[in-house]
């Protein structure tokens, strides 16, 4: 048998295995779930930011001050915010790419789980006999887990274009599509999915554990953007005051994956999108490689 039929008998069989759990319709119904409430979500907040700056001050100061009466410095933020939402391309890209906020995550648990279930379920010494190349059996799950993250962007995609599309065009301001910003946008999200996907085989292989391993990416998602902005902003502010600093907080995955879609400054010191998907290939690559190398030198029981 050569490797390619090897390595697609891998494949079938992963398939295979997630096609027999619950696994499958959990994550779809997740996907397609959040994906529904987060386009709704963005067009409520699109709205907002695509009002007039008078009314945008009305309503983010919820009526209590007038445009002249507004506190200078809180006025000049309001004006900052107003101006990077406003515009339609920026609007468009948010709502056209609704999915990646929850969608990323989803991904690299999928990858996680198509890893550490093996271990879970204890089929992992099976599973190493039949295919003695441990390597093969790896490289089979990344493109399986890559597989289902084109599925999913597509999909997803598809409802957060639906609905962005409906609501630019019902608000008088195009589909923006055909322009580049914005398709790029939303082909870099698909660059995304499929780099948070090998992310989480390479997080599942390198902490095997299932639990461990999928509260700790849920954490360093969720948080860790966070985290990061705090820290940086602190570092600004009290010890290194440049603008640099702030831009340093791209080193966060979930941050990276925004700057790298995001056709415009994401925030003060924002780095160029090239830097944000140059983080994800090496936090991708990173673990691959970790987490083939404990495979290939820990014993499997």
Known sequence: MTPSDRL???????????????????FSGAMVLTTLVLAIVGGVNARTALKPFAEYVQIRTHGRFHGATVPPEFLSRLRGDWVSGHSAVTQAVTLYSANQLIGL?????LG????????????????????PRRGTVV??????AVMLAVVAWFVTTLISLTSGVLFLHGAGHGTQLG???????????????????????????????QLVATVSATILYLVG???????????????????WVLGLQVIAPAVASQVMISPTSLFTGSPPQWVGAAVLIAYSALFIGLGLRRLRRSDIG
């Open 105 to 109: 995550l989803l991904v690299c648990l």
């Open 8 to 26: 697609r008998r891998v494949v079938r069989s992963e398939l295979f295995k997630l096609r027999t759990t619950s696994a499958w319709w959990q």
């Open 139 to 144: 490289a089979g799950k990344l493109i399986t």
């Open 112 to 131: 996680i789980v198509l890893v550490t279930t093996e271990f879970a379920q204890r089929t992992a010494t099976s599973t190493f006999l039949i295919t």
């Open 225 to 243: 953007a966070g985290a990061a902005g705090a820290l940086f902003d602190l570092l600004n502010s009290y010890v290194l005051s440049a603008t």
């Open 179 to 209: 322009y580049w910003g914005v398709d790029r946008s939303v082909l870099l999200n698909l660059v995304a999915y499929i780099l948070w996907a090998i992310f989480g085989i390479g997080f599942g292989a390198l902490i095997r554990n």
